[in-house]
Each structure stands twice: as C-alpha cells, then as structure tokens.
C-alpha cells in the first residue's frame, strides 16, 4: 500500500543551523506531496506542497523538492530560528484516491538559541 | 474568514458510553476528511466526504465507528460503546475541491479521553 516515511525524531539543533528532515515515500498511483506543520498548540496548517516531479515548494524559507526517481521529498531550511520548532508532517494525497491522504508519522523538531 | 472548528474541544467519557464529534468546515469547501492522532503517532486517515457521500468508508477502525455529513457542510462522528483504545484526537480537515493538488486546512481537533 501507500506510505510516507519521516525521518524519525526527535531533532533538536541549535538557531541558525541547517536543517533536514527526511521523507519518502510509496505510491501506487502519481501523488501530489505536502509538508504541513503543527505549532504548540495549534492545529496542522500547510507549509508547503509539489504536484509533480520536480516542482520545488517553499515557504517561510523552507524548501522540499519533488523528486520521482529517489521517491523522495525532503525538508530543507537553510537557517532555523526558535519559532520553528515544531512538529513536521509529510504527506502524500493520490490523483486514483484524492480523499485519502497519507501521513508520516511527524518528527519533532526544537530549536534552541 | 472563518476556520475549520471542531467541538467539543475536549471529551471525557467512561468506557462503552456513545460520543458524538462534530466538525464546520470552511464555508463552500466540498470536501471533509476525518483523522485520528494518537499519542506520538501520525495521522490515520478515517473517512473523507465529497458532499453528503462518503465514497470510502474502510479506514473506520470498526462498526462502532460511523459519520455523517449533512447539507454539504457540517458533518458528525460518532462512535459507539467507546473502549479505551479510542482515546486520541480527532482531527477533522476540509478543502475546497477532492483533488490530489488540495491543500487541507484542519479544525484544531478534539481530545477524547475514555477512562
């Protein structure tokens, strides 16, 4: 079946470190990739996506890019700050199956000063 | 405007009592999925809706599980006779469109807690 798999946390680095966070995946189908982020004490919003090969996504000075031939979409920040510590989500949603997404299982990430 | 809300935001109840969750999703937003987060593990999908229809119902974990979504919008869980392994939260999430390109925007989700 479909999976995503993270990188297992949690990951602890210091502000203004590099930052990767692992992901791949399995798909049946041509799926579309997401990151989302859920913040202490919020609930899980987007951070970035790619719907096709690759597409490269950013935000907030995160980057993943989509990439077919490794099935991979790893989390990239070049240089991280207390606020992003978080815990980190990639997800897979299917063109066969849209309704059903699949999750990793997050990393957690602290970042401290 | 307004977010996905979920309510109650917390629900305490013994074992074997009925729980019902509810979502409101983004206004005009045609699809609604249902999640569950256990304690340290990612999220299970459960069910999706595309309008009053759920196409897909083989993520409920059992038959004491079930939802509903009415008038295109508001939409209930339900489970029944609640055993402990039911505890965790609930996540709901909807987007304007089923299509694998849409993003999700989820509710803040609900804690159930069954002793």
């Known amino acids: 079946g479909d999976s995503v798999t993270q990188m297992e946390g949690p990951v602890t680095l210091s502000e203004e470190a590099f930052l990767t966070i692992n992901c791949t995946y399995t798909?049946?189908?041509?799926?579309?990739l997401f990151w989302y982020v859920q913040y202490p004490g919020e609930g899980l919003q987007l951070l970035l996506k790619a719907t096709k090969a690759d597409d490269k996504g950013s935000n907030k000075g995160f980057e993943a890019t989509y990439r077919k031939e490794t099935t991979s979409f790893h989390l990239e920040k070049g240089s991280v700050q207390v606020s992003d510590s978080a815990v980190y989500f990639c997800?897979?949603?299917?063109?066969?199956?849209?309704?059903?997404?699949?999750f990793g299982d997050g990393t957690t990430l602290t970042v401290k000063p | 405007g307004a977010g996905v809300s979920q309510s109650p935001s917390n629900k305490v109840t013994e074992k074997g009592k009925d729980v019902e969750l509810r979502c409101d999703p983004i206004?005009?937003?045609?699809?609604l999925y249902w999640y569950r987060q256990s304690l340290g593990q990612g999220l299970e999908f459960l069910i999706y809706?595309?309008?009053?229809?759920?196409?897909?119902k083989s993520g409920l974990p059992s038959d004491r599980f079930s939802a509903e979504r009415t008038g295109g919008s508001v939409s209930t869980l339900t489970i029944q006779r609640t055993q402990q392994e039911d505890s965790a939260v609930y996540l709901c999430a909807s987007s304007f469109h089923l299509d694998r390109q849409e993003t999700q925007y989820f509710g803040p989700g609900t804690r159930l807690l069954v002793l």
């Open positions: 206004s005009g937003h045609t699809a």
């Open positions: 997800a897979l949603t299917l063109n066969t199956n849209a309704g059903k997404s699949t």
């Open positions: 798909a049946t189908g041509y799926p579309s």
């Open positions: 809706f595309q309008g009053n229809s759920a196409p897909d």
